[in-house]
């Protein structure tokens, strides 16, 4: 009997690690700092590592975290913890010690690898788990390069169903929700944007967005898959400017205001990086005064993408050539799904919303979540009918692309009329003299619900209701203009880079 037409996946993250030994053995495979490493010699580093997590008493189903800036210590902690049969928990780094310490003890886990600049905030956390320096001489704690003189570890052989990674979300909406994605599952969501964005063999890739957060971390594995090569660094405009041209960079992520800044510093020195395949960008929109210094300064594809984390990152690519500016309406559009990835859009009962009206965006793929760690309920609610239901608001339009027009549980009723936040967001953030704007309904004695306008102005520029509500007035119904405005000096961001809007809610949550 022979498997001809069988479409066989790898099981496990590891698998990818082994092939890339296999099929690309001199070539280079990370770049970090002064390290250059082929991938024979992270393949062996990385059966190294596995072999000493479990010397360190970890077994299979055990959680093994790290929180540390961009390095190859976290790089090689996403192969060997699966490679041991462990989940592998990566943090963000802009937690506190209190919202570190809810996240180690809802994960139970045991061993935590940090970066020198995480030490002091994870002792803060007080969990009792062992903490292991990824950097040497850091008193009284061991140091990651030590691990690797282990004995190299047989692969456990993780199940495509088991759980190989918890990811906990911003807790924007509560308290911080452990999200469990199956080994199978990351790797079909990694096919899928690597398929949508046009990643190629020996594709380099630099993580300048942290490795913790999907956005950037389904390029872990696919870069892997293809044998390509990980430079790996923490933002900073100049220097990673810099980093893309020198390595001769293909693809990368940031976010938008990473974007801008980048297209500041390129402006600054005269530089471009003409010679990347693309650009990708997620988790914002593009306000347009950062569309236009990317394009001019940048010279390079932008490529939108959206996911959520329950999705184990990217569910919608929008490549360059279905891009608009956004003064010709093209905030909002996020593309269409991945070859892995169906989008419907539901009413509130789960069923089809209408060709052009909008729905709620429910997810169908190998990458959704097994759920919750410990939110049984929670898990019910989000993967009801076996979707995920983001809670994002859209409308597919007549060539196919998704439109985002707000959150559900954002969207406002006033004068008996919906109105939703990311309209009323994309008109006004088009205003010269505004940087950066939030909206959000508040409860209003006539109109059942006001509409109200958090604004960063441009430096040096000033904005007043009366002009704002004009500049609006001529994309936006009367209802949905802003009644209620305020001037703050820069919005308050999550540690994933997105408006923190709770924030924003308890500071101006009334009329």
């Keep these: 009997m022979t498997s001809r037409g069988v479409l066989h996946l790898p099981q496990s993250p590891d698998v990818l690690v082994r092939r890339a030994a296999t099929c690309f053995p001199r070539a280079e495979a990370v770049v970090d700092g002064e390290k250059r490493l082929t991938w024979k010699e992270v393949a062996e580093r990385v059966s190294r590592l596995a072999g000493a997590l479990t010397s360190l ?25 699966p490679a041991a049969g462990l989940v592998l928990l990566p943090l963000n780094t802009r937690l506190a010690g209190a919202e570190l310490a809810e996240c180690l003890e809802d994960a139970r886990c045991r061993v935590v690898v940090a970066g020198p600049e995480h030490v002091d905030v994870l002792r803060e956390a007080c969990t009792g788990a062992q903490v292991i320096a990824a950097g040497c001489g850091i008193p009284g704690l061991p140091c990651y390069d030590d691990l690797l003189r ?7 052989g993780m199940h495509a169903d088991d759980i190989a990674y918890l990811y906990y979300t911003s807790g924007t909406a509560g308290r911080p929700k452990g999200v469990m994605l199956s ?3 990351v790797l079909a969501g990694a096919l899928g944007c690597a398929a949508a964005v046009g ?14 957060h999907l956005a950037d971390a389904w390029a872990i594995w696919a870069v892997t898959w293809l044998g390509g090569c990980h430079v790996t660094e923490r933002f900073r405009a100049e220097r990673t400017l810099r980093t893309l041209r020198a390595e001769r960079i293909d693809w990368s992520i940031l976010v938008p205001t990473a974007l801008e800044r980048l297209s500041v510093a390129a402006a600054a020195a005269s530089l471009d990086i003409a010679g990347m395949r693309g650009m990708l960008y997620g988790g914002a929109a593009l306000p347009e005064r950062t569309w236009n210094a990317a394009v001019e300064a940048l010279r390079v594809p932008l490529i939108g993408t959206y ?12 490549p360059w050539a279905d891009q608009l500016p956004p003064s010709a309406g093209g905030i909002g559009r996020v593309g ?5 990835t169906t989008l419907t859009l539901v009413d509130d009962e789960g069923r089809p919303a209408k060709q052009d009206e909008v729905g709620e965006i429910a997810v169908s793929s190998p990458a959704v979540m097994l759920g919750y760690r410990n939110r049984p309920e929670e898990t019910r609610a989000a993967l009801a009918d076996g979707r995920y239901r983001t809670g994002d608001l859209g409308r597919r339009e007549d060539d196919g692309v998704i439109r985002l027009v707000g959150r559900s549980k954002e969207m406002m009723i006033s004068g008996g009329e919906n109105v939703y936040p990311a309209e009323v967001e994309n008109s006004l953030s088009l205003h010269p003299d505004v940087r950066a704007v939030a909206v959000f309904g508040v409860p209003d004695p006539e109109w059942g619900e006001a509409v109200v306008a958090v604004v960063e102005p441009q430096p040096g520029r000033s904005v007043d209701l009366a002009s704002l509500r004009e500049f ?28 923190d809007k709770p924030l924003l809610r308890s500071r101006y949550g009334t009329t």
């Design 57 to 81: 008493g970890l077994g299979p189903g055990d959680t093994v975290g790290v929180i540390a800036d961009n390095s190859l210590a976290v790089l090689e902690l996403y192969f060997a913890a």
């Design 150 to 156: 282990a004995s190299p570890l047989a692969p456990f």
């Design 183 to 185: 080994a199978g599952g």
């Design 199 to 212: 990643l190629g063999s020996g594709a380099r890739w630099l993580h300048a967005s942290p490795m913790f």
């Design 307 to 318: 996911g959520a984390t329950e999705t184990a990152g990217t569910i919608t690519v929008l």
């Design 336 to 340: 269409r799904e991945t070859l892995v």
């Design 472 to 499: 609006a007035r001529q994309g936006l119904a009367a209802y949905k203009l802003p009644r209620v405005l305020h001037i703050i000096d820069a919005l308050p961001v999550t540690g994933s880079g997105k408006v």
